[in-house]
């Protein structure tokens, strides 16, 4: 059985907090300016951010 990469875990965690932050401070900043949509659509999560790259890897299965 293969040992656990707890550093790719790690990176992971860290990249999705990353993620998460910066799209509540784009949705601050657009509340601000009087741009911004309601919080409850969906739409943004589908869409990649600008820094982001296109395709993501895989996520390793849940032990």
């Known amino acids: 059985m293969a040992t656990p990469n707890y550093g790719y875990?790690?990176?992971q965690k860290e990249l999705a907090k990353k993620r998460k932050k910066e799209e509540k401070l784009r949705a601050k900043a657009d509340r601000?300016?009087?741009v911004g949509?309601?919080?409850d659509e969906?739409?943004?999560e589908a869409e990649p951010s600008e820094g982001a790259p296109a395709t993501e890897?895989?996520?390793p299965?849940?032990?």
Do not use: I, L, Y
């Open 9 to 11: 875990e790690k990176r």
């Open 32 to 34: 601000k300016a009087g």
């Open 37 to 39: 949509a309601p919080a």
């Open 42 to 44: 969906a739409g943004s």
């Open 57 to 59: 890897s895989p996520q």
């Open 61 to 63: 299965p849940q032990n």
